[in-house]
């Protein structure tokens, strides 16, 4: 597991180097790493900023880092809502 973590995070340092190289540069607030394990959540950086978020939106479905749907349920229930 550490040998992953270790080849992960020298990836993400060759990535921002190329970009810097390239004047490509990241824009690290888009750039997000999801945990969804309940065991020891590894930190990754890019550019000095940590990776992280607790919940994505994505193809219109809310994604948690729980997996659970309630946050799934209230947006489509809202969204119910303001069409009635």
């Keep these: 597991m550490i040998g992953k973590l270790f080849r992960i995070m020298d990836d993400l340092s060759k990535l921002t180097t190329w970009s810097e190289k390239w004047q490509m540069l990241f824009n690290t607030s888009k750039c997000k790493v999801m945990h969804v394990v309940k065991s020891q959540k590894h930190p990754y950086y890019m550019n000095s900023q940590q990776l992280e978020v607790t919940r994505e939106k994505d193809l219109g479905i809310l ?21 009635l």
Excluded at 63 to 83: F, G, H, M, P
């Design 63 to 83: 994604i948690s880092n729980d997996l659970k749907v309630s946050q799934q349920c209230q947006a489509a229930t809202s969204k119910a809502t303001r069409i």
